[in-house]
């Protein structure tokens, strides 16, 4: 948009047009989404907004109703579509009331190098290096709304990275359904560590980030580059879903308990010092108290280093809807708060055992006396994980510092610099 002349603002007030960009994975989202189109159209039929275009992936599960329900809607644009955003807002603008689509684009546009502006602050951005999954989890709508796996061309991500880092970005993330398959539609086999390899020569990137892996898709390459490449943080999100292998099972994961600890153990002892994230799903079809208590064990011994816990959420037109055994959601809501409850104690313990103890952080903001400032470790990833509350002289957003860790809650940790 910046590119097409756009002046962009995150405030519906005060613009011609308005872009909701949606999420439609899960019930939840996808009302969230109506609802600002909701309020969007409410702007625009009072004088409020000329124009009013959806994105996302909303478009691509309710192309036909989105239309019908929303009559102020100007513009559809899929995932798979983005760069046509400024087309279909100029659409908008230009010829209101012609209903335009932008919808299934080819995977060539998923492929090449990407103009873009960067929203996440000056310093980290995140990559996205493929769209798309092939899993087939038995609960997930993603497939279904992004398509199969499509990598992106490693030159692209190379070019991309470049960009970025010449505007000043100093840490990436890289995303994807599942960054460890990435290149797996390009060559036939996974080439994620290769990736990473190339990253790593792009001047300026100091940090590099791996989100989103599977824990079926882990390689011995992929422990390799933590060793072979200094700018790869040593972090890992590895979301698990579950430990029971029934629930596993059930959930089409690709793991069953045993793959799983053999995993986990493995990063652990090749990587010394890694944070690993986890992602677990509680109230999955037919998970009884028994598998419920298996998976709590399973968290109290392993004690991951951060933890978001979900509940499950019945969506249409998946296998798991159709699976007996649903459970209440009084349950599902109460399973959540014990998973919640233990994660905090673990938590708490893990950022005691840091007092005392120096860290790198790289400042993500600073109060205007520059005294104060927030920032994150290697084991802390943007915007999921906790933060570095720091002070001192003269910070700068941006900046690497070493700190020490004074102070700790349940998720923050608290220091000041070190000179
Ligand atoms: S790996 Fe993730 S995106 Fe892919 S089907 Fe499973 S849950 Fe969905």
Same mark, same amino acid.
């Given at each position: 948009?910046?590119?097409?002349?756009?002046?962009?603002? +995150? %405030?519906?007030?005060?613009?011609?047009?308005?872009?909701?960009?949606?999420?439609?994975? !899960?019930?939840?989202?996808? %009302?969230?989404?109506?609802?600002?189109?909701?309020?969007?159209?409410?702007?625009?039929?009072?004088?409020?907004?000329?124009? $009013?275009?959806?994105?996302?992936?909303?478009?691509?599960?309710?192309?036909? @109703?989105?239309?019908?329900?929303?009559?102020?809607?100007?513009?559809?644009? &899929?995932?798979?579509?983005?760069?046509?955003?400024?087309?279909?807002?100029?659409?908008?603008?230009? =010829?209101?009331?012609?209903?335009?689509?932008?919808?299934?684009?080819?995977?060539?546009?998923?492929?090449?190098?990407?103009?873009?502006?960067?929203?996440?602050?000056?310093?980290?951005?995140?990559?996205?290096?493929?769209?798309?999954?092939?899993?087939?989890?038995?609960?997930?709508?993603?497939?279904?709304?992004? &398509?199969?796996?499509?990598?992106?061309?490693?030159?692209?991500?190379?070019?991309?990275?470049?960009?970025?880092?010449?505007?000043?970005?100093? %840490?990436?993330? $890289?995303?994807?359904?599942?960054?460890?398959?990435?290149?797996?539609?390009?060559?036939?086999?996974?080439?994620?560590?290769?990736? !990473? =390899?190339?990253?790593? @020569?792009?001047? &300026?990137?100091?940090?590099?980030?791996?989100?989103?892996?599977?824990?079926?898709?882990?390689?011995?390459?992929?422990?390799?580059?933590?060793?072979?490449?200094?700018?790869?943080? =040593?972090?890992?999100?590895?979301?698990?879903?579950?430990?029971?292998? /029934?629930?596993? /099972?059930?959930?089409?994961?690709?793991?069953?308990?045993?793959?799983?600890?053999?995993?986990?153990?493995?990063?652990? +002892?090749?990587?010394?010092?890694?944070?690993?994230?986890?992602?677990?799903?509680?109230?999955?079809?037919?998970?009884?108290?028994?598998?419920?208590? %298996?998976?709590?064990?399973?968290?109290?011994?392993? /004690?991951?280093?951060?933890?978001?816990?979900?509940?499950?959420?019945?969506?249409?037109?998946?296998?798991?809807?159709?699976?007996?055994?649903?459970?209440?959601?009084?349950?599902?809501?109460?399973?959540?708060? @014990?998973?919640?409850?233990?994660?905090?104690?673990?938590?708490? +313990?893990?950022?005691?055992?840091?007092?005392?103890?120096?860290?790198?952080?790289?400042?993500?903001?600073?109060?205007?006396?520059?005294?104060?400032?927030?920032? @994150?470790?290697?084991?802390?990833?943007?915007?999921?994980?906790?933060?570095?509350?720091?002070?001192?002289?003269?910070?700068?957003?941006?900046?690497?510092?070493?700190?020490?860790?004074?102070?700790?809650?349940?998720?923050?940790?608290?220091?000041?610099?070190?000179?």
């Amino acid at each position: 948009m910046a590119g097409h002349g756009f002046n962009t603002s +995150s %405030e519906m007030q005060g613009a011609d047009v308005a872009v909701v960009n949606t999420c439609s994975f !899960l019930d939840s989202a996808r %009302e969230e989404a109506e609802q600002w189109i909701r309020d969007a159209a409410r702007l625009k039929r009072n004088g409020g907004l000329k124009g $009013l275009v959806v994105a996302g992936c909303l478009p691509a599960l309710e192309r036909n @109703r989105l239309f019908e329900d929303f009559p102020e809607v100007d513009a559809i644009v &899929g995932p798979r579509d983005r760069l046509k955003i400024a087309d279909a807002c100029r659409a908008a603008l230009e =010829k209101p009331g012609r209903r335009v689509s932008f919808l299934g684009s080819s995977d060539s546009l998923v492929r090449r190098l990407h103009p873009r502006a960067v929203s996440t602050g000056r310093h980290t951005a995140y990559l996205k290096i493929a769209e798309g999954c092939n899993n087939g989890c038995s609960y997930c709508l993603i497939p279904r709304i992004r &398509g199969d796996m499509v990598s992106r061309s490693m030159k692209s991500l190379v070019d991309e990275a470049s960009l970025l880092a010449k505007c000043g970005i100093r %840490e990436l993330s $890289l995303i994807a359904q599942d960054t460890t398959n990435y290149g797996v539609d390009l060559r036939g086999r996974p080439r994620l560590a290769l990736l !990473l =390899k190339r990253l790593s @020569r792009v001047e &300026g990137i100091d940090w590099m980030r791996l989100l989103y892996t599977h824990p079926a898709h882990w390689s011995d390459e992929i422990m390799d580059a933590f060793a072979g490449i200094p700018e790869l943080c =040593k972090y890992a999100d590895v979301p698990i879903q579950h430990v029971s292998d /029934r629930v596993l /099972r059930l959930m089409r994961r690709r793991t069953t308990q045993s793959s799983l600890i053999g995993i986990l153990e493995k990063i652990r +002892s090749t990587i010394p010092g890694i944070s690993i994230r986890t992602t677990v799903m509680v109230g999955f079809p037919g998970e009884g108290e028994r598998e419920f208590t %298996e998976l709590l064990g399973f968290l109290k011994y392993f /004690r991951f280093d951060h933890l978001g816990a979900f509940v499950y959420s019945r969506e249409e037109n998946t296998v798991a809807m159709r699976l007996p055994h649903q459970v209440p959601e009084k349950v599902k809501e109460e399973r959540l708060h @014990r998973i919640m409850e233990l994660q905090q104690e673990i938590s708490r +313990s893990r950022n005691a055992a840091l007092v005392g103890r120096e860290v790198t952080i790289l400042v993500d903001s600073v109060e205007a006396s520059a005294t104060r400032g927030v920032g @994150r470790t290697e084991g802390q990833a943007p915007e999921i994980d906790g933060v570095v509350h720091v002070s001192g002289a003269g910070l700068r957003s941006g900046q690497f510092l070493r700190v020490l860790v004074e102070g700790f809650n349940e998720y923050d940790l608290f220091g000041k610099t070190l000179s």
